[in-house]
């Protein structure tokens, strides 16, 4: 089994940073992918970013340029810097893990989430 604890929401105003934090523990295989996931209040979760054990990037078009998806492999840790927030970014930030090519065609591990709340 896979646990993921995420750290470091918030509220903060908007055009300010906060930096999300992911510890995973238990039984973990070297080839996997970690995620950001985030899901506003009468909206659908929505991928954020995600990051492969090999350090491969993928973010939405919406956070392009403001967040930075980072890993310490060593340390099961991922992170998720995010600038120049935005009042459209508040939501509940997941953190996922998983194995295999997608989320829908993976096996998905998921945290309880972290609130950012911005601030306009």
């Known amino acids: 089994q896979v646990q993921l604890v995420e750290s470091g929401g918030g509220l903060v105003q908007s055009g300010g940073s906060l930096r999300l934090s992911c510890v995973v523990s238990?039984?973990?295989?070297?080839?996997?992918?970690m995620g950001w996931y985030r899901q506003a209040p009468g909206n659908q979760r929505e991928l954020v970013a995600d990051?492969?054990?090999?350090?491969?990037?993928n973010y939405a078009d919406a956070v392009k340029e403001r967040f930075t998806i980072s890993r310490d492999n060593a340390n099961n840790t991922m992170y998720l810097q995010m600038n120049s927030l935005k009042p459209e970014d508040t939501a509940v930030y997941y953190c996922?893990?998983?194995?295999?090519?997608?989320?829908?065609?993976?096996?998905?591990?998921w945290g309880k989430g972290t609130l950012v709340t911005v601030s306009s």
């Open positions: 996922n893990f998983r194995y295999g090519p997608s989320i829908r065609y993976g096996t998905n591990y």
């Open positions: 990051i492969s054990s090999s350090g491969s990037t």
């Open positions: 238990g039984t973990i295989f070297r080839i996997n992918t």
